[in-house]
T-cell receptor, first 115, second 111 residues
Framework: DTAVSQTPKYLVTQMGNDKSIKCEQNLGHDTMYWYKQDSKKFLKIMFSYNNKELIINETVPNRFSPKSPDKAHLNLHINSLELGDSAVYFC??????????????FGPGTRLTVL | SQKIEQNSEALNIQEGKTATLTCNYTNYSPAYLQWYRQDPGRGPVFLLLIRENEKEKRKERLKVTFDTTLKQSLFHITASQPADSATYLCALGNYGQNFVFGPGTRLSVLP
């Protein structure tokens, strides 16, 4: 059983395009996250949603817009893609964002390449 | 600003030896610290959590220490095996604050 799943696994696209990455978790967790891991392997949080509500929005261009239709799903839409958006994007979930149970369960990642 | 450093980008050790990885932080007061393992092409996987009032935690061949005075955590893998080769990330957390990951240390255990 896949706990946190993401689609697609790989995404290659041209600059200026709009693309979406989907994420689903079947762990019953309340909180979901999007992280970006760049070429230097730094893993940086982008967004956090708790029960479909945005609770963290780091300094991310507004071309990135997360959407949470329900607490099991958190999709990431990116407008007007730029070369610097190339990275691996990880979705994650945790049981509770405000306790020490926010152990993160990560998806397999989506490698985005912008040409 | 918050800063997390992990001792080195890469660490090579001989099979059977103990690997020791370091995580140092500044400008942060974590309530807990976690260690994750990341294999190439995969997402990080949780290994251990240690709280600020705990000095040491163990799980099988893994041991983590947490010194809030030194602002440091040490992560030990005893009797290391080639299968332990991966990147290890430390992460700091506190209630109501962002969860922050370190840059990771790539461990290679040589047979």
């Amino acid at each position: 059983d896949t706990a946190v799943s993401q689609t697609p696994k790989y995404l290659v696209t041209q600059m200026g395009n709009d693309k979406s990455i989907k994420c689903e978790q079947n762990l019953g967790h309340d909180t979901m996250y999007w992280y970006k891991q760049d070429s230097k392997k730094f893993l940086k949080i982008m967004f956090s949603y708790n029960n479909k509500e945005l609770i963290i929005n780091e300094t991310v261009p507004n071309r990135f817009s997360p959407k949470s239709p329900d607490k099991a799903h958190l999709n990431l839409h990116i407008n007007s893609l730029e070369l610097g958006d190339s990275a691996v994007y990880f979705c994650a979930s945790s049981l509770n964002p405000s306790g020490d149970t926010d152990t993160q369960y990560f998806g397999p990642g989506t490698r985005l390449t912008v040409l | 600003s918050q800063k997390i450093e992990q001792n080195s980008e890469a660490l090579n050790i001989q099979e059977g030896k103990t690997a020791t990885l370091t995580c140092n932080y500044t400008n942060y007061s974590p309530a807990y610290l976690q260690w994750y393992r990341q294999d190439p092409g995969r997402g990080p996987v949780f290994l251990l959590l240690i709280r600020e009032n705990e000095k040491e935690k163990r799980k099988e061949r893994l041991k983590v220490t947490f010194d809030t005075t030194l602002k440091q955590s040490l992560f030990h893998i005893t009797a290391s095996q080639p299968a332990d080769s991966a990147t290890y990330l430390c992460a700091l957390g506190n209630y109501g604050q962002n969860f922050v990951f370190g840059p990771g240390t790539r461990l290679s255990v040589l047979p």
